[in-house]
């Protein structure tokens, strides 16, 4: 027999839970910041972005740029190279860098001492350690990326980490 005073204990016990339940739904959906400051959140997730696309663009550029050198000092290694050179200026102008024409191995600048004096193997094994190194970075960076940025990032990741398996690759 039910302990209450005669009225139905089904509707009251209802009305109980599905007031719990909206309150801990309520309170689930907030993170216990002010509202006001999500605009102040939205503008650090863009600088950061921002942030992480500027720093992949110099990077995709600055890989580029060894690539150039590389092939102004082998130009031997153009066929092997040449298509990688440009994926990696794709990747550059998906980031926002200024987008450079495919130049012949003879029109790339003047190659440094170091790229010249190398031989084509310690060349490509460059190349494939950047490559290796600028797709663990980018990985890295994933996790601070909005989810758009970090997909490209992860295609972009995947994609060098492919070049550095074709460079070593022989």
Do not use: W
Not at 49 to 67: F, H, N, T, V
Not at 122 to 146: G, I, S
């Amino acid at each position: 027999m039910p302990l209450t005073n005669g009225a139905p204990a089904g509707p009251r016990r209802r009305s109980l839970l599905a007031s719990v339940g909206g309150a801990a739904l309520l309170t689930g959906c907030s993170d216990g910041e002010d509202p006001a400051s999500d605009g102040a959140r939205g503008a650090r997730s863009v600088s950061a972005a921002q942030r992480i696309k500027a720093r992949a663009a110099r990077d995709s550029g600055d890989l580029l740029d060894r690539y150039e050198a590389a092939l102004a000092a082998h130009p031997a290694l153009a066929a092997r190279l040449g298509p990688l050179r440009d994926e990696v200026a794709r990747h550059a102008k998906s980031f926002g860098a200024a987008a450079r024409p495919a130049a012949p191995a003879s029109a790339s600048p003047s190659p440094s001492p170091s790229a010249s004096a190398a031989s084509e193997k310690d060349t490509v094994r460059a190349l494939a350690t950047a490559e290796r190194e600028l797709a663990d970075r980018r990985a890295a960076a994933l996790v601070d990326a909005p989810a758009e940025l970090a997909r490209l990032l992860a295609s972009v990741a995947a994609a060098g980490a492919g070049h550095a398996y074709l460079l070593t690759k022989d």
